[in-house]
């Protein structure tokens, strides 16, 4: 069955420092992969989107690579913030299943001041 | 623009009642989704919509129904409420392949 994995459920790190989320998945061919942000008690904002055929994305701060070999996909902070802390979800959309995504369960960041 | 509002913001049920939670968005978006977040198991997609007039089930539909008689407006109902469906609910619209979501409805089943 298809799977996906954030394989660190939280993830401390001191501010100024660089932040590393992984996102791994069996099972499935994605057209492409998102990265949500979510803080308690809203809703998921989008991040990022990166295609099946790029290898990376860059937005201020924010860098995420995909590599469809091993399956995985790294979600970078650079010179994180305490107001960088909040739960980072990663989501796969299949090509034949527009919009449908698929959601992995998070990893809670913690950027300590 | 309010983007996307969903109603209540909390609810209490009781086994068996039932209720309706609604979407609204002022997107103009063709594409709406309802999904449950629980503790350990991320989002969960219940029952999506493509346009109006149209509903498609998700990866967790049952025990839950869903109607877009009008563009603007998903509605998710619960005919008869279990205590497996205690969870946050939330909606979200989509637009080329960015999903935009609402604020969430906290749904405790008693």
């Known amino acids: 069955s298809q799977k996906i994995e954030q394989n660190s459920e939280a993830l401390n790190i001191q501010e100024g420092k660089t932040a590393t989320l992984t996102c791994n998945y069996t099972?499935?061919?994605?057209?492409?992969l998102q990265w949500y942000r979510q803080d308690p008690g809203r809703g998921p904002v989008f991040l990022l989107l990166i295609r099946e055929n790029e290898k990376e994305k860059r937005k201020e701060r924010l860098k995420v690579t995909f590599d469809t070999t091993l399956k995985q996909s790294l979600f970078h902070i650079t010179a994180s913030q305490p107001a960088d802390s909040a739960t980072y979800l990663c989501?796969?959309?299949?090509?034949?299943?527009?919009?449908?995504?698929?959601f992995g369960q998070g990893t809670i960041l913690t950027v300590h001041p | 623009n309010a983007g996307v509002t969903q109603t209540p913001k909390f609810r209490v049920l009781k086994t068996g009642q039932s209720m309706t939670l609604l979407c609204a968005q002022d997107m103009n978006h063709e594409y709406m989704y309802w999904y449950r977040q629980d503790p350990g198991m991320g989002l969960r997609l219940i029952h999506y919509s493509v346009g109006e007039g149209t509903t498609a089930k998700g990866e967790v539909p049952d025990g839950y129904n869903v109607s877009r008689l009008k563009k603007q407006n998903f509605l998710l109902g619960l005919e008869s409420a279990a205590p497996s469906q205690t969870s946050v609910y939330f909606c979200a619209t989509q637009r080329t392949d960015t999903q935009y979501f609402g604020p969430g409805t906290r749904l405790t089943v008693l």
């Open positions: 099972n499935y061919s994605p057209a492409y």
């Open positions: 989501a796969l959309a299949g090509g034949t299943s527009y919009g449908k995504l698929t």
